[in-house]
């Protein structure tokens, strides 16, 4: 059964970090494409980062952009969204996705990603 598990989410103050992680299993992630997508309350998903599966295209939404960074350790079959100096609007549900010889569009929303984790919660609140 191909997976995709978030673990890290959890509540931190304003300014702080946070490192999600999404561990993939019943399939190797070295041909695909990730990302981490986010969901606040009453508001649409949005794609907030991606790695192509070439490893070429990294992209981010300016919302997030100089704060976060996506990594992959393919050889712990993983990929990572470090989050830094963390703002009450990232406040959500962040999900990891994955698609196989997929790519990662400037426009991250528009991409398309057939494997989706359940989600992991994320509270900035003082």
């Known amino acids: 059964q191909l997976q995709l598990v978030e673990s890290g989410g959890g509540l931190v103050q304003p300014g702080g970090s946070l490192t999600l992680s999404c561990a993939a299993s019943?399939?190797?992630?070295?041909?695909?494409?990730i990302g981490w997508y986010r969901q606040a309350p009453g508001k649409e998903r949005e794609g907030s980062s991606c790695?192509?599966?070439?490893?070429?295209?990294?992209n981010y939404a300016d919302s997030v952009k100089g704060r976060f960074t996506i990594s992959r350790d393919n050889a712990k079959n993983t990929f990572f969204l470090q989050m830094n100096s963390l703002k009450p609007e990232d406040t959500g549900v962040y999900y990891c996705?994955?698609?196989?010889?997929?790519?990662?569009?400037?426009?991250?929303?528009?991409?398309?990603?057939?494997?989706w984790g359940q989600g992991t919660q994320v509270t900035v609140s003082s």
């Open positions: 019943g399939f190797t992630l070295d041909y695909y494409a």
């Open positions: 790695i192509s599966s070439s490893g070429s295209s990294t």
């Open positions: 996705v994955a698609q196989y010889l997929g790519g990662c569009p400037r426009r991250i929303s528009i991409a398309s990603f057939d494997y």
